[in-house]
């Protein structure tokens, strides 16, 4: 079931449908806290009432930015876009998790690298193969990486998790030996 | 930078967007659902979101018409269903507060439904495992009709009842 949920609150279907709700559902608050109807938001913004109906709608063809902005402005209210900028943030996570498998497994996969900043992502100058960098590959450097996690408590339970994980991707020991031939 | 590293560096971007991220999400969050899978299995359920005060499961039964719908209407509901935990205010195209009664005995509960294209999920709400929280029981995909289906409406209130009798006396 969490695979399931996982890959749709993932998609670009997910992302596009839960703006369009959040829009429509501080609209609504908003226009509550106003004490407006849709009738009287129709005509503030000088549309028809179909109009703000069809916005409040499942498919809302017509929400566009312009139309969102001047909606909450009839109710007195300002829009304002944020960013969560989750990529960014888990970047820099994601490099110390790299660093550290990268270092955990330096032996086994990767051999020579240095990090660069200019591609965010570790510059690989060993001659690698590319089916040697496969997830359970990192996993297992991640399983192996003493320090590749905060909560030092968890990590054995942490790293049964990416044992678990790799026998549930059918990783094999033939997987390391191919990443081992060409590290 | 050479053109045999450049697409090395290339290459570990794309691992290290959907690999990397592949392995973490599963190494950091999966406890935690898993934990809340746990909680949920005694009642035939699975946690669908959780907020602070408030969170959405779904009956077994009624998850499995939720897989066949369509991915956009599923991804519109898991998103009111968020709002819902959040206690953001829906609006009646989102979520109808009164699907009618689900009464028997001593038990007596308010159907509710989240919306979307015609369909309806319903479900009740109840304090459970220390949270408020809506047990989703029944689906109905709207395939025939834009209107409610009074069949699985009735269904969805004797699954409601049956819930209530099974589990009723737990965390109230």
């Known amino acids: 079931m969490n695979n399931d949920l996982g890959e749709l609150l993932s998609s670009s279907t997910f992302a596009e449908e839960a703006l369009v709700v959040d829009v429509q559902s501080a609209l609504h608050q908003a226009m509550e806290n106003a004490g407006l109807s849709r009738a009287d938001l129709a005509r503030r913004m000088n549309v028809s009432k179909a109009r703000v109906t069809q916005m409040f709608s499942d498919d809302c063809p017509n929400l566009t930015l312009r139309l969102v902005a001047r909606a909450f402005h009839a109710v007195g209210e300002q829009i304002e876009i944020s960013c969560r900028c989750t990529r960014n943030h888990e970047k820099q996570a994601d490099h110390e998790l790299v660093k550290q498998a990268v270092r955990a497994s330096e032996n086994v996969v990767f051999g020579d690298w240095e990090w660069t900043w200019e591609t965010e ?57 191919l990443a081992q031939a060409h590290g | 930078m050479g053109s045999e590293t450049a697409s090395a560096g ?36 699975r946690p669908i979101c959780a907020e602070a005060l408030a969170r959405v499961i779904m009956r ?68 459970l495992v220390g949270k408020k929280t809506f047990v989703i029981v029944d689906v109905d995909p709207a395939k025939k009709q834009k209107r409610a289906d009074q069949g699985i409406l009735n269904r969805a209130k004797d699954r409601v009842i049956y819930f209530e009798a099974k589990y009723g006396g737990q965390d109230e």
Request: hydrophobic share 35%; aromatic share 8%; glycine share 6%.
């Open chain 2, 10 to 45: 290339i290459y570990v971007t794309i691992l290290h967007t959907k690999g990397l991220q592949c392995v973490k999400s599963f190494l950091n969050s999966s406890s935690r659902m898993d934990d809340e899978e746990k909680d949920f299995r005694q009642f035939e359920c």
């Open chain 2, 60 to 127: 077994d039964e009624a998850f499995k018409a939720f897989v066949d719908l369509e991915e956009r209407p599923r991804a519109r509901l898991v998103r009111v269903m968020q709002l819902w935990s959040k206690g953001m205010a829906l609006t009646p195209e989102q979520f109808n507060g009164n699907e009618g009664r689900c009464q028997r005995g001593s038990i007596n509960r308010l159907l509710q439904a989240f919306k979307t294209h015609g369909i309806r999920i319903y479900g009740f709400t109840r304090r």
């Open chain 1, 121 to 177: 992502a570790p510059l690989l100058t060993g001659e690698i193969r590319q089916e040697a960098l496969e997830p359970q590959i990192i996993g297992r450097a991640l399983q192996s990486a003493e320090v590749a996690w905060p909560e030092r408590k968890s990590q054995r339970e942490r790293r049964q998790r990416a044992e678990d994980w790799l026998v549930a991707t059918r990783s094999s020991e033939s997987d390391l030996m």
